[in-house]
DNA sequence: ATTGCAATGAGACAATAGTCTCATATATGA
DNA sequence: TCATATATGAGACTATTGTCTCATTGCAAT
């Protein structure tokens, strides 16, 4: 049987999909991709209580990398006085460096994974979560009065296309630019960017 | 046995290794992943012989990707007077997007493959081929004289962020906006970083 | 035309993904 | 404590990937 969403035994059924996500993350730390199989002995349950939990195996890769520590606003920008907007945007982008460098095996998964799934109608949910959108507000917040309004808000999206995971891919996979390189090339682009913005 | 290299029958090896992209090709345009038997019999060829021309599936599935029209410098800039260099990046640009709408099922496959490839040590192939540099370059070329040696590299780096597939992706993916906000984004992300890489 | 060798086909085999059924254990409300 | 609903385990089953072996086909040089 499937698990129900009914509250009768509500517990036990968070502990074990925990339990999975748990042993997910743990073996996807290498980069390389586990089995089912694997996951579900170091969960210490059977392989169909997996197939219960998740979908197929790469719905579970991805909801485990998402598990993963991603920074909170709170903690990526000072408390005292804010900073210029370009060193408040290059806080996030170092918080996002970390987070990879930290966790780029399961990272690659995910993005795989994602990839992959296929949207059929426009009205299914999206394939990825967005995460640095919000962060990216938050570190141009405070500078707000900068920008006329269209501008700050194509700024943050012109931002989104450095700031993410897709950005590494490019500078280590096709570029193949060592991370000092990428960090000096993607601070001139943030610089530009703000600069451009706060111009219109 | 494995194919040799030797040139005894290289026109025989030739055409099958052609016939084998040809079909996984014809197949990955729909966005499924297909399976190798389904190749292979497209191919007209058995499964073993698949496997002594490619090590694995997805490698068959990359170079085939590869084999996609990708514009050449000739075909994408105009023959007379060459225009602005921003024009001439958005050219660029114009031509991948072409390129992509055409075969996204295909290059999704692609990227999540070499999302996968496990690196081991620093001198083994790169996870990918870089065809945009090149057409970048191309576009700048003509202005070269605008630009400050070191500005100039570090703008070309900078514009392959916006230009391939993983510009796409971000947008698509991550923040779902529809084709023609993406392509007013990219136009202000390319003439901002030609002006501030001019002003060096 | 004949022959040797390279390319191919056919199929066995193991590992994994994913589905399904039925039996068992157990958490929880009575 | 007991009863029952429900989570779980065990395992059969199909499909696919990838490897391997051995027999056959057919290109090419003689």
Same mark, same amino acid.
């Given at each position: 049987?499937?698990?129900?969403?009914?509250?009768?035994?509500?517990?036990?059924?968070?502990?074990?999909?925990?339990?999975?996500?748990?042993?997910?993350?743990?073996?996807?730390?290498?980069?390389?991709?586990?089995?089912?199989? +694997?996951? =579900?002995?170091? /969960?210490? *349950?059977?392989? #169909?209580?997996?197939?219960?939990?998740? @979908? $197929?195996?790469?719905? &579970?890769?991805?909801?485990?990398?998402?598990?993963?520590?991603?920074?909170?606003?709170?903690?990526?920008?000072?408390?005292?006085?804010?900073?210029? +907007?370009? =060193?408040?945007? /290059?806080? *996030?982008?170092? #918080?996002?460096?970390?987070?990879?460098? @930290? $966790?780029?095996?399961? &990272?690659?998964?995910?993005?795989?994974?994602?990839?992959?799934?296929?949207?059929?109608?426009?009205?299914?949910?999206?394939?990825?979560?967005?995460?640095?959108?919000?962060?990216?507000?938050?570190?141009?917040?405070?500078?707000?009065?900068?920008?006329?309004?269209?501008?700050?808000?194509?700024?943050?999206?012109?931002?989104?296309?450095?700031?993410?995971?897709?950005?590494?891919?490019?500078?280590?996979?096709?570029?193949?630019?060592?991370?000092?390189?990428?960090?000096?090339?993607?601070?001139?682009?943030?610089?530009?960017?703000?600069?451009?913005?706060?111009?219109?």
């Amino acid at each position: 049987m499937a698990p129900s969403r009914n509250p009768g035994r509500s517990n036990q059924r968070r502990r074990t999909r925990k339990d999975l996500l748990d042993a997910a993350a743990r073996l996807m730390r290498t980069g390389e991709k586990p089995s089912l199989e +694997a996951i =579900a002995e170091e /969960a210490l *349950v059977s392989r #169909a209580t997996a197939y219960r939990y998740f @979908a $197929n195996l790469d719905d &579970l890769l991805v909801e485990a990398a998402l598990h993963m520590s991603m920074p909170e606003p709170g903690t990526v920008f000072p408390a005292g006085a804010p900073e210029d +907007a370009v =060193a408040r945007v /290059a806080r *996030v982008d170092d #918080a996002f460096d970390e987070m990879m460098a @930290a $966790n780029e095996g399961a &990272l690659r998964l995910m993005l795989a994974s994602a990839l992959q799934r296929t949207r059929s109608g426009p009205d299914d949910p999206p394939r990825r979560q967005n995460r640095r959108t919000p962060l990216i507000e938050a570190a141009l917040e405070p500078w707000r009065g900068q920008f006329k309004p269209a501008a700050l808000d194509r700024l943050v999206k012109a931002l989104a296309l450095v700031i993410g995971s897709e950005g590494m891919i490019v500078f280590r996979d096709v570029l193949t630019l060592d991370d000092a390189e990428a960090k000096a090339i993607k601070a001139w682009v943030i610089a530009a960017l703000v600069e451009a913005a706060r111009k219109e």
